[in-house]
């Protein structure tokens, strides 16, 4: 069974674009194309996050951060249901403006920390298409399995951590303090990155399957979440590291 560990990317959710399609087949150029003005938007975005956060806590609004959580959530769903230019960037805008009043949060707690998450992210992010465009990462049914549990298993874990921060004053995360943080951060980080590469093989089987012109707008909006999910992994690793030193 074919199957990516991210849920907007999987194959069984990408066969429902097969067959043919008045707006022509997914190609390789439109898909990067896409993925490149999705990519745009949320980074402009996220610039006026990171201007607005100072302006935002003064107005204590807690919320309006609150509703943009559910608008968020509302519209991703949105995208992955109904993936088009219209619902793809209108999350790349909630999501960028989100990720960058936290970086902006992050930042003001350590200079240069959100450069450093950047950075990393961006060169985990060639390296990985650069093993797998040369062959020596093979996407087969095994690490597809391997890496689909591991992402359920990380999901799970940030959840019960989430509903015990509700609900346990004073909650502290293990993946937020010692060595054990260092340890899962860790974990989670290569877990998402190993995501990259079931991303890269459903956008490849989806063009030489010739898949309608839509799901380019559907791998766009996948690949994006897999990024922004190894992205914040990323800084609460960095995080993790500094509150260890």
């Not at 439109?30 to 999705?38: E, N, Q, Y």
């Not at 959530?73 to 088009?84: E, H, M, Y």
Request: proline share 2%.
């Amino acid at each position: 069974m074919d199957v990516a560990a991210n849920p907007a990317l999987s194959t069984n959710q990408m066969e429902r674009f097969a067959g043919k399609n008045k707006s022509g087949v997914m190609t390789f150029g439109g898909t990067l194309s896409k993925i490149g003005l999705t990519f745009a938007v949320l980074i402009a975005a996220g610039v006026w996050g990171w201007l607005a956060l100072p302006g935002l806590i003064e107005s204590y609004s807690t919320r309006l951060l609150w509703a943009g959580t559910i608008a968020l959530l509302v519209v991703g769903f949105w995208a992955a249901i109904k993936p088009g230019m219209i619902s793809v960037m209108l999350y790349s805008v909630l999501e960028g403006f989100y990720l960058g009043a936290i970086s902006r949060a992050f930042d003001a707690v350590s200079d240069g920390i959100v450069t450093q998450a950047v950075l990393i992210t961006i060169s985990i992010a060639i390296v990985s298409y650069l093993l797998y465009a040369a062959g020596l990462i093979k996407v087969n049914d095994k690490f597809r399995s391997v890496v689909t549990i591991a992402t359920f298993g990380v999901f799970g874990y940030i959840l019960v951590e989430w509903i015990l921060s509700i609900f346990v004053p004073d909650f502290v995360g293990i993946a937020t303090s010692g060595t054990w943080g260092l340890i899962v951060g860790l974990v989670i980080v290569f877990i998402a990155s190993l995501n990259l590469f079931l991303d890269y093989a459903v956008i490849t089987n989806g063009v030489e399957s010739g898949l309608s012109k839509k799901a380019e707008w559907y791998a766009s909006f996948g690949l994006v979440l897999t990024l922004i999910w190894l992205y914040v992994s990323v800084l609460r690793l960095l995080v993790s590291s500094k509150n260890n030193n």
